[in-house]
């Protein structure tokens, strides 16, 4: 084993029992809690790692890194797009994915649904909310968010799995509690619906600095890169 790679194993153990600790605090327990890494940046030497760590679900925001990683990481592992994707591209990682969680806009879940129709296949989705109106952030509006899962609903080849946020960026993540439980609210209450192809049953919800107050507020599904592998480096 590489030493130098010891780290991510120190750095999963410290996120690991924080996840325990506000799972707790949240009156669940840490394995109702999934860890996404996220690896975008990060070489295939420290996935492999990570993946020998036990962590299988890998999230990569960009679909040209995802797919090449897909065929340079030759192992059982669960790949996740949780960035902006354009509908030009859902053709090529349409087969490869196990939920996507940026679906913002109708046409998109139009076009995922279309090319999972001719792969014969029902792919997991969920929908990312622009909670706190910020403009850098990609999501659909919370008011418009019911129209839009409403009319997913009649696509057949989609399920929609729940919900992702993005929280602005805040010294103190308490200002940034709201976002999350305005999203556990709203989809507490779309979930009574009960609409088509749907199960409502993912919030997407917290990343490095700010996964103990959204796991606490509700989130079932951690979305973390840094805290695992340091601080990234663009090239
Ligand atoms: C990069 C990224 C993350 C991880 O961010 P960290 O702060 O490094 O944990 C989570 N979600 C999305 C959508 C990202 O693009």
């Given amino acids: 084993m590489d030493d130098k790679l ?33 690896t975008k940046t990060v070489e295939p030497e420290k996935i492999l790692k990570t993946i020998d760590e036990g962590i299988l679900d890998l999230g990569e925001n960009r679909v040209q890194e995802l797919t090449g990683k897909y065929d ?27 939920l996507i969680h940026s679906v913002d806009r109708l046409e998109l879940a139009q076009e995922i649904n279309k090319r999972a129709q001719s792969h014969g296949i029902t792919v997991d989705v969920l929908v990312q909310v622009n909670v706190s109106g910020e403009e850098s952030k990609f999501g659909v509006a919370l008011e418009e968010a019911r129209e839009m899962v409403e009319k997913m609903s009649a696509f057949s080849n989609i399920r929609i799995r729940g919900f ?26 779309i979930r009574k619906e009960n609409l088509d192809n749907n199960n409502m049953d993912i919030l997407s919800m917290g990343m490095s600095n700010d996964f103990e107050v959204a796991i606490e507020e509700g989130s079932n599904m951690v979305r973390i890169g840094t805290a695992l592998f340091g601080k990234r480096i663009y090239t």
């Fill in 6 to 38: 010891d780290f991510i194993k120190r750095n999963l153990d410290s996120v690991m029992e924080r996840i325990e600790k506000a799972a707790q605090r949240s009156g669940r327990n840490a394995r109702d809690i999934k860890l996404i890494a996220v």
């Fill in 72 to 98: 340079i990481i030759d192992r059982k592992c669960n790949w996740h797009l949780i960035g902006h994707l354009q509908t030009n591209k859902v053709k090529y990682i349409i087969d490869k994915v196990k």
């Fill in 164 to 189: 992702m946020t993005m929280a602005p960026f805040a010294e103190n993540p308490e200002s940034i509690r709201y976002v999350f439980s305005k999203l556990r609210d709203f989809s507490i209450d």
